[in-house]
């Protein structure tokens, strides 16, 4: 489990593989730290850590993705020297400073607007029709690995108020018109959903 919370902006360092893939991913954790085996979110993706060397800067960690990850997520368009929010697993006693994320991808989403409103970013995202119900203003949502709170929602798009200090330490304040976006929906979308498709229970 993650909380939303981006800790590093890592870098890939090199790509390789077709149908499946492996990414060399550059980031300042120090590599004692992390365990083989370990899950790291990148840009909302859980992925295992699978080797890792120590660099004078951090670390370089290797993560395999299955060909149906790449087809789920836009980890399919990563190319070296991109940049990718990184996210440390949750541990027992850790602040809950975002919301509970999986690292399970719902759907991708696109970049439709993009704009200033002082020195805020707004950008508005175009969902999967599918996720559209569980997406609810003031209501959580994770992007590209980010938790945020959506701003306004309308029949086929929601808006995302980005302070400046989230759009300077993750990869959302560089995002263009027509790119891609890894979104997860709020746990609690999802489960009231599904109950609301059973009858009451009984008194």
Not at 87 to 99: I, P, T
Not at 162 to 180: D, N, S
Request: charged share 25%; with cysteine.
């Amino acid at each position: 489990m993650f909380t939303g919370i981006i800790t590093a902006k890592g870098r890939v360092k090199r790509v390789s593989g077709n149908d499946a893939r492996r990414f060399e991913i550059e980031c300042p954790y120090d590599a004692d730290s992390i365990d083989l085996g370990a899950s790291i979110s990148h840009a909302g993706v859980c992925l295992t850590v699978v080797e890792k060397q120590t660099l004078s800067s951090g670390s370089l960690f290797s993560v395999e993705v299955s060909p149906e990850t790449l087809r789920l997520t836009s980890l399919s368009n990563l190319k070296a020297e991109d940049e990718i929010n990184l996210e440390r697993a949750l541990k027992m006693g850790d602040e809950l400073g975002g919301h509970l994320v999986t690292g399970h991808v719902d759907g991708i989403g696109v970049v439709s607007k993009k704009r200033n409103e002082g020195s805020w970013l707004v950008l508005t995202i175009t969902p999967p029709e599918n996720l559209n119900r569980f997406i609810a203003k003031k209501g959580s949502i994770t992007v590209d690995g980010v938790s945020l709170t959506v701003n306004d929602v309308s029949d086929t798009s929601f808006d995302l108020m980005i302070i400046p200090h989230t759009a300077e330490v993750t990869t959302l304040g560089k995002l263009q018109v027509k790119e891609c976006v890894n979104l997860e929906i709020d746990l609690m979308a999802r489960y009231a959903a599904r109950l609301s498709q059973f009858p009451e229970m009984p008194a």
